[in-house]
DNA sequence: TAAATTTTTTAACGCTGTTAAAATTTTAAT
DNA sequence: ATTAAAATTTTAACAGCGTTAAAAAATTTA
């Protein structure tokens, strides 16, 4: 009988690993999504993949090391959501990010649900560290603000810094109403804009501004 | 021997039912300012109040009861706090009232982080109701907007509504992300009050907005 | 003082996350 | 191909959790 893969070393072992892995973190996702992150134990986890307990310890590590483990992924996700936010003007660009943001929760909201509200129980989004989640995603809005100030949209009163981090506030605050249930895709993009929309209204050059008041009315008209 | 209190029906059983509950209360609150509610185990605190697990059930009911009754305290704090926000323009109302409660979260600063977070964790600042907390706070902040506007502070082009829910969103943030660590109780002033003026200079006047804007550079300094 | 009522405790259930040790499976070597 | 070595999975267990029924104790009423 010939050998299926002449691997040097642990092919079907590694592979077998791997499978398993990625099986218990699909499982978990789907868990999550139906019943929440508390609903998520290691037995039930471990019997919907087919294995035992401490299988998952061996292949992940704990419940803390799940999460992590899925939130690692929806960073990912996140970063690329952020990296395509291209509009022509300011306002374009945060309204392109948070449709685009809301599109790709609405995917499977009731696992983007619990995973933000696991996330920030765990203490996974925290601002501190220069190198975090947090940091890295306030990047943008700061240099959005920025940009919007050379190209005389703002008055630069305000500096970018203060200015995205209210921004970023907006969003995060939105997103936080929005996984508690407070309202739906549909409210977080309209209390997200408006949020942001109002910032922005706050340096606003007078043409700049009218256009925010519009952009205002618009959604308060949604 | 004169009876010492000739009451009708269960003198010394209600009084001394009442101390338990209160003893109960006290160390509970004493355990989340100490180690968080995670660590908050029935058994622990009836063995810290003198007692057994069975009688707190009986006395006040299970952990999201005993949540629920310290959470009913602070709200009543707050809400005496929100009523004493009577500075002369709005933007000294509002810093009163943000400066208020960091004062009066200082007191024990542990205890209200955990119960913040606690209370945001079990849904109990909900935002669907219209007798609820949030929509009772909710209030004060929307007719501080539309006493700016008839003073000719505030142009009117936001809606009271809509302003004041974004402001009263400035505070929540800040409050949570203090609760949650992200910094300290000054860092919750700054935070809150940033976002507060930035709403308010959203829709000023040319006057007020220049005031608001002296007002961020001076927080900005801090 | 005795009976009735109410409160507290004892004891237990089913569940949780987690880990040591045993059993099994896969790899490497002869 | 067979056997020894290594690595992975499972069995079994621990300590803890929230919660509740039934027994014990305390208080009130008659």
Redesign the pocket.
């Known amino acids: 009988m010939a050998r299926e893969t002449p691997?040097?070393?642990?092919?079907?072992?590694?592979?077998?690993?791997a499978r398993?892995r990625d099986t218990i973190l699909r499982e978990a996702r789907t868990m999550i999504a139906e019943s929440g992150f508390d609903a998520?134990?290691?037995?039930?986890l471990?019997k919907r993949a087919?294995?035992?307990?401490?299988?998952?310890?061996?292949?992940i590590?704990?419940?803390?090391?799940i999460l992590a483990a899925i939130i690692r992924d929806i960073v990912e996700q996140l970063q690329i959501i952020q990296s395509r936010a291209d509009g022509k003007t300011v306002e374009e660009t945060f309204a392109k990010q948070i449709n685009d943001l809301a599109d790709h929760f609405a995917t499977d909201e009731a696992f983007y649900k619990a995973a933000f509200i696991a996330g920030d129980r765990s203490g996974l989004f925290e601002q501190s560290s220069q190198e975090g989640i947090f940091a890295h995603f306030l990047k943008q809005p700061i240099e959005a603000c920025a940009a919007a100030e050379k190209q005389k949209l703002l008055r630069g009163n305000i500096p970018p810094e203060v200015l995205g981090l209210q921004i970023y506030g907006c969003y995060r605050l939105a997103r936080q109403d929005w996984a508690n249930g407070y309202f739906d895709l549909n409210g977080f993009r309209k209390q997200a804009l408006t949020g942001i929309f109002l910032c922005l209204a706050a340096d606003a050059e007078p043409l700049f501004r009218e256009h925010m008041m519009d952009q205002l009315s618009a959604l308060e008209r949604v």
């Open positions: 691997d040097s070393s642990g092919s079907t072992r590694t592979k077998n690993m398993r998520l134990t290691i037995r039930n471990a087919g294995l035992t307990a401490p299988t998952i310890y061996n292949l590590g704990g419940k803390s090391d």
